[in-house]
């Protein structure tokens, strides 16, 4: 079995999976302590290694690096000259912007969205899910965003 890496975890944060360690400086939920202790190290700069040869930016490892300057090089470049991405996946969610398409459906009141990850942010409304929770006051918030704007 493929061991779990951080791009793992934070590109897809948006699984079913319960994610109990949070990051405090950004609010980041993880579900392993060693995920949320490597994620961390981005934050003090600590092991940040390998430089992007265009800008300033670090990294921990070589493939975060290559990956990131993907959006330098142009290599997945959207066909309106508007935005350079890292992968083609956020190409092909980028591209839902100019073209409209919204594939995933809320069952609950129909309303549709460019991604699942909006989706399931979407769903917490219906839910009453609220995982965000301020590490002052313990009031809680069904997105991160929210959290942010209390604290």
């Known amino acids: 079995m493929k061991k779990k890496t951080e791009a793992d975890i ?14 405090t400086v950004c609010h980041k939920r993880f579900t392993t302590k060693q995920s949320l202790t490597i994620h ?4 003090d700069g600590e092991n940040l290694l390998y430089q992007c040869t265009y800008c300033e930016k670090r990294f921990t490892n070589q493939h975060y690096m290559q990956r990131y300057m993907n959006a330098h090089s142009s290599k997945y470049k959207c066909s309106d000259f508007c935005k350079c991405c890292q992968n083609n996946q956020t190409l092909a969610v980028h591209r839902r912007n100019h073209s409209g398409e919204k594939p995933s459906e809320c069952t609950v ?7 699942s990850g909006e989706l399931v942010k979407h ?18 918030f069904s997105n991160s965003s929210c959290l942010d704007t209390h604290t």
Not at 10 to 23: F, I, M
Request: glycine residues 2%; charged residues 35%.
């Open 109 to 115: 009141c129909c309303k549709r969205f460019r991604t």
């Open 123 to 140: 769903s917490r409304i219906h839910s009453g899910e609220k995982t965000y929770k301020c590490h002052v006051c313990e009031k809680a």
């Open 40 to 43: 961390s190290k981005r934050h």
């Open 10 to 23: 934070t590109e897809y944060p948006h699984d079913d999976k319960p994610r109990s360690y949070l990051c």
